[in-house]
C-alpha cells in the first residue's frame, strides 16, 4: 500500500466526515445566521421608518404620516401588512378595518416601537412575505454545501503543507488582532499581507476595522449632534414657557400666570379648606412720572419698584405685573393679620422709595386692595372683582392707603356690580346690542302749528334680548368712563336714522327736527 494511498484514504474519510458535519450542522447554522441577518436588516430598516415618524406623531401631523406609510408600502412589495397603533394600543394605520394576518410560514412579523425622548409614541407592526428570500435562502443552502465539499476535498490535500505557513501563523496573527480591535485599538495591522485568499481576509479585517472606527466616530458624531439638539430645543422650550409666563418688562409673573395660580389657590381653598389672600395693587401718581419723563421713565420705575418688592414677598408667595401700574400678591397660606402686616410692609417700601430720573425726586404711593380666598369664593372673577373693588375703594378715601374686603361691605358690593357691567357695556357696544327711542316733547299748553320735539332715549339688550333700562348701565359706565363711548353710539346712530329715513331736503320742515 503506497504512502500516496494511506494518506488519500483517511483524507477521503475525513472529507466525506466533515461533508456530512458540514450538511448537517454548518449548512442549517449558516442558514440561521442568513435568516438572523435578513431579521436584523428588516428590524433596522422598519427602525429608521419608526425615527422618520418620530417628529410626525410628536406634532401630531397623521395626515402626513398617512402618506408616508402608503408609499412605504407601494416601495416595499414584500410588506404584506403594515399597521400604527397609538400608545394606547388603538389602530391608526391603515384607515379601513380590513387587516391582513400572516397565515404562512414565510410570514414575518417585525414590531417596532416610536418614542420621543423615552415618551411611547406607539408602535409599528409590518409583516413581511419572505417566500422569495426562502427560495433564495434554499437555492444558497445548496450552492454553499456543494461549495463547502469542494474547498474541504481541495484544502485536506494540501493541509499537511500548507497548515502552519498558510494556514495558522495568518489565522494567529488575525486572532490577535481581533483581541486588540474588541478592546477598542483601531491603530492594529497586519504586516506581510499576502496576495491569496488569507491575505484578502487580512486586508478585509483592515476594511473591517476602518469602516468600524469610522460607524463609530459617525455614531459618536451623531450622538453629539442630537444631544445638542435635544439641549437646544430644551431650552427653546424653556424660554418660551418663561416668556410665556413672565412680564417682559419686570420679570415677575404676567397677568396670565397670575390668574392662574389665584384659580389654583381658589381650588385648594374649597378643597383642602385652606385660606390665602389675594393683594391687589394700584401705584397713585404714577401718571404724573409718565407725563414728566416719558414712558422710558416710567418703565425704570415699574422694574425698580418690582425689584424692591419682590425682596419682601415669601419664597411660597407669587408677585405679579398684572399691567400699566397694576401689581397683584398671592399670599399662599396666609390670612388675618398676617396678611394686613404683609401688605403693610408692602405700602411701607412702595413709600419709602425714591424715584430719581434726570435730576428729579419722585414719590409715590400705593392703593392695596385684599380680599381673602376661602372655601366661600365663587370663582377666580369674582374673586379678582372683590380685589379691584377694594383697591378702587382705598382710592376713593383718599388714595394710598389699604382697604380690606368684607363681604357685608354695601359700598363695595355696589361697585362689584358696576365693574360687572363693564364687561357687558364693552360686548354690548361691540355687538351694536343697544336701542334708541324717540319721546315727544310737548308743551302743557301747545300752541297752533308749533314744531313737536323729540328726546332721544337709549336702552340696551342684553345677552337673552331682554330690554335694560338705562338705570341699569348709566351709573356703571360714568364711574367707570364709557359714557363718551355709548353717546358716540348714540349721535352716529341718531344721524344714520335721519340720513336714511328723512333726506335732506325735507329734514328743514319736518316735525322731528
Known amino acids: 500500500m503506497s504512502i500516496r494511498f494511506k494518506l488519500f484514504v483517511p483524507l477521503f474519510i475525513l472529507s466525506v466526515l466533515l461533508a456530512c458535519y458540514a450538511h448537517y450542522s454548518l449548512a442549517p447554522k449558516f442558514i440561521e445566521f442568513v435568516e438572523t441577518e435578513n431579521a436584523s436588516h428588516m428590524s433596522a430598516h422598519l427602525r429608521s421608518v419608526a ?23 407601494h416601495d ?18 391603515p384607515l379601513s378595518d380590513q387587516e391582513f394576518a400572516p397565515t404562512g410560514k414565510n410570514m414575518f412579523p417585525v414590531i417596532q416601537e416610536i418614542a420621543y425622548l423615552d415618551y411611547p409614541l406607539g408602535s409599528l407592526e409590518v409583516i413581511y412575505d419572505l417566500t422569495d428570500d426562502v427560495l433564495e435562502l434554499n437555492e444558497l443552502e445548496n450552492i454553499f454545501q456543494i461549495g463547502l465539499l469542494f474547498i474541504l476535498f481541495a484544502q485536506l490535500l494540501f493541509i499537511t503543507v500548507s497548515l502552519e505557513w498558510f494556514v495558522r501563523r495568518p489565522v494567529s496573527m488575525l486572532a490577535r488582532a481581533s483581541r486588540r480591535l474588541a478592546r477598542g485599538d483601531f491603530t492594529v495591522a497586519l504586516p506581510g499581507i499576502r496576495n491569496d485568499e488569507i491575505g484578502r481576509l487580512m486586508q478585509n479585517f483592515i476594511t473591517m476595522r476602518d469602516s468600524i472606527n469610522s460607524s463609530q466616530s459617525a455614531l459618536k458624531n451623531e450622538i453629539e449632534r442630537h444631544k445638542d439638539t435635544s439641549t437646544a430645543l430644551y431650552e427653546e422650550k424653556e424660554r418660551a414657557n418663561y416668556h410665556a409666563t413672565h412680564d417682559s418688562l419686570t420679570k415677575l409673573a404676567n397677568r396670565r400666570e397670575f390668574e392662574t395660580r389665584v384659580a389654583q389657590a381658589v381650588a385648594s381653598a374649597k378643597q383642602e379648606q385652606a385660606t390665602h389672600t389675594l393683594l391687589y395693587m394700584d401705584l397713585d401718581q ?3 412720572v409718565n407725563d414728566t419723563c416719558g414712558h422710558v421713565a416710567g418703565d425704570e420705575l415699574l422694574r425698580q419698584l418690582g425689584s424692591l418688592l419682590e425682596r419682601e414677598v415669601r419664597s411660597t408667595d407669587t408677585l405679579a405685573r398684572l399691567g400699566g401700574d397694576e401689581f397683584g400678591v398671592l399670599l399662599q397660606s396666609c390670612s388675618g393679620k398676617a396678611a394686613i402686616a404683609i401688605a403693610e410692609k408692602l405700602h411701607e417700601v412702595v413709600q419709602n422709595f425714591r424715584f430719581a430720573w434726570e435730576k428729579q425726586n419722585f414719590v409715590i404711593g400705593v392703593s392695596i386692595g385684599i380680599v381673602e380666598i376661602n372655601e366661600n369664593c365663587v370663582d377666580l372673577h369674582d374673586l379678582l372683582a372683590a380685589a379691584d373693588a377694594a383697591c378702587y375703594e382705598a382710592k376713593e378715601r383718599g388714595r394710598n392707603r389699604i382697604h380690606l374686603f368684607q363681604h357685608d361691605d354695601a359700598e363695595l358690593a355696589k361697585r362689584q356690580g358696576e365693574m360687572r357691567w363693564v364687561s357687558r357695556l364693552t360686548s354690548a357696544l361691540e355687538e351694536d346690542r343697544f336701542i334708541l327711542y324717540a319721546q315727544p316733547i310737548v ?10 320735539h323729540y328726546e332721544i332715549l337709549i336702552r340696551m339688550l342684553d345677552e337673552s334680548g331682554d330690554i335694560i333700562p338705562p338705570g341699569g348701565f348709566i351709573s356703571a359706565a360714568e364711574r367707570y368712563n364709557m359714557m363718551h363711548q355709548i353717546d358716540r353710539w348714540v349721535i352716529r346712530n341718531t344721524f344714520s336714522f335721519l340720513a336714511e329715513y328723512f333726506p335732506i331736503d325735507q329734514q328743514i320742515h319736518h316735525p322731528l327736527i
Open 443 to 452: 308743551p302743557v299748553n301747545p300752541e297752533p302749528g308749533s314744531n313737536v
Open 286 to 288: 404714577f401718571k404724573v
Open 51 to 73: 425615527e422618520g415618524l418620530e417628529p410626525l406623531l410628536l406634532e401630531n401631523q397623521l395626515a402626513v404620516v398617512y402618506e408616508n406609510l402608503d408609499a412605504l408600502r
Open 76 to 93: 416595499n412589495k414584500e410588506w404584506v401588512s403594515i399597521r400604527l397603533m397609538d400608545p394606547a394600543g388603538r389602530k391608526l394605520y
